[in-house]
């Protein structure tokens, strides 16, 4: 009888562990399932915080909500880096005026300073995905296509443990294919609206006052600048800022502004 009895409270004791097991474990996936999914698709949008949307028209930076969010303002892009003798100035002077930017980068630039990508993530800063070879991308095939966006994504993800939610197109050429590998590996194509044209000054003959000038006339609502991690443009962006600033202009973060 006694033995009878111990089996049965050790049964309803095992009942109690199973049951309390069960539920934890259907709790848990409660949780961990829809926080970010689905109050995301039932509000559309700013649930995740994001307050700034791409007009598809424009390739403008757009308030989502344009009552609640400042229209005037600009996304700060430098391609082709990380660069040792650029990265951390530009760094530095986006720390000084609270700016956010973000730094398109190739594959041979992040293999070779990996500790760049790193400090680039780090000081809060966005990485983008510029393809591995820096090449025309609407020239290649498919396979390749992904392969030099994958492989980006790839050793991005390697050294800062967050893949790249955004590509820009070598040259800004982008075909079907282009379009087609780039939501594959999870990617938003962007533009510009601004081209600095940084890349036609050299060492020789740059004048950053000047260049920082031509920005500066050019700026609207929601402008997507294109500049290049070179270094009279990490001169010139100092100017740029204060003089963006002055012109009552703020910088967008792109960590900001909502993918599809
Ligand atoms: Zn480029």
């Known amino acids: 009888m006694k033995v009878r009895k111990r089996l049965y409270s050790m049964l309803v004791a095992l009942l109690a562990i199973l049951l309390v097991a069960s539920c934890a474990s259907k709790t848990s996936n409660v949780e961990s399932l829809p926080s970010g999914t689905s109050s995301g698709s039932n509000t559309g949008s700013t649930s995740n915080g994001q307050s700034y949307k791409i007009d598809k028209q424009t390739n403008t930076i757009v308030p989502i909500d344009p009552q609640k969010h400042e229209t005037n303002v600009v996304l700060l892009t430098f391609d082709d880096g990380p660069n040792p003798e650029v990265s951390t100035k530009i760094l530095n002077t986006l720390d000084k005026h609270k700016a956010k930017a973000i730094f398109f980068m190739n594959g041979p630039q992040i293999e070779k300073n990996p500790e760049l990508v790193k ?14 070879d820096h090449i025309d991308l609407s020239e290649e095939s498919k396979d390749s296509v992904v392969k030099q966006m994958g492989d980006v994504q790839k050793a991005v993800m390697d050294i800062t443990e967050t893949a790249p939610i955004f590509i820009r197109p070598p040259y800004l050429s982008i075909n079907e294919n282009v379009t087609q590998a ?26 950053p006052e000047e260049l920082a000038q031509r920005i500066a006339d050019q700026l609207h609502p929601g402008a997507n600048i294109l500049m290049h991690e070179l270094p009279w443009t990490a001169e010139a962006l100092e100017i740029l800022l204060t003089k963006a600033t002055e012109k009552g202009y703020s910088f967008v973060d792109p960590m900001n502004i909502q993918i599809d």
């Open 119 to 132: 400090l680039v993530h780090e000081r809060g800063q966005m990485i983008g995905n510029h393809s591995w």
């Open 182 to 207: 780039a939501e594959e590996n999870n990617l938003n194509i962007i533009t510009i609206t601004i081209d600095s044209r940084d890349w036609e000054m050299s060492a020789e003959k740059n004048d």
